[in-house]
């Protein structure tokens, strides 16, 4: 398991994504107003599937404008089908609702794979920030997907972008003071609640069978990141984690921004890994 430098809190998730080659078709996979979907279709009628989890600190975020500026058209150019979830927000959904909705949208995007054109075995979810403990959750905890009529054994694989919070926890007395507050809405003082939702500790098998932790350079980042990964690992997940520069809510920003531009170091791990991951 490779190692590095950090992982950031969640703050705002990113920015529009300007680079996108087609259409997106909006989806309603629930019937609550934020229960929707932007979908993307890939080449064939057997496309595989990324499916994106936007960041915004639970309370923040839009399916349309946290993507980033590259991903869209790099996934859909590489033949892919892309598809960018919209979840309920805190304070009018808690976080295990929110968990539930990213775990419905995977569910309804895989009992929809023929009529979408997608390759139901190979879907990857992918998040960042807020959206990367959503997923890692969604991935760890069985019991999500499970209420959706899914499972963790059809997850063909997790691409976390510097989340945290993995353990909250840890993050609630060791993170950064600024989102304490954040993390007080989203978490609560139960710690029995915190510990629920924690993917570090709910890691003992089942879990996704394969994950990419990505992060940048901070050292509770470094901490959390490195902790999922180890746990994972000990449950019998196939893990790589792997840090890339970047300081603060610049570097934060900039590993969603820029995924998929092909100048970016991580955009070349993310697509080997995943290839790899697909063709088992």
Known sequence: MRKSLILLPFLLAAMPASAQSAPAREIAYGTAQLQKLDFYKGAGDAAPLVVFVHGGGWQRGD???ATGAEKIAHF???????????YRLVPGATVEQQAQDVADSL???AGHARALGVDPRKIVVMGHSAG???????ATDPAYLRKAGWGLDRLAGVVLLDGAAYDVPAQMADGPRIM???YDAAFGRDPARQRALSP????AAPNARDFLILHVARADGTRQ??????ALAAAGARVTVQGFAGQGLRGHMEINRALGDPGYPAT?????????????
Not at 200 to 203: E, G
């Open 200 to 203: 570090t500790l709910q890691a």
């Open 76 to 86: 859909t150019g590489r033949g892919f089908a892309f598809a960018s979830v919209n």
């Open 107 to 109: 569910a309804y995007l």
């Open 268 to 280: 070349a791990v993310v697509d080997r890994w995943i290839d790899a991951v697909l063709a088992r």
């Open 180 to 182: 304490g507050g954040t």
């Open 225 to 230: 990141s490195e902790a999922l990964g180890r």
């Open 132 to 138: 990367a403990h959503l997923a890692a959750l969604v």
């Open 63 to 65: 399916k349309g404008n």
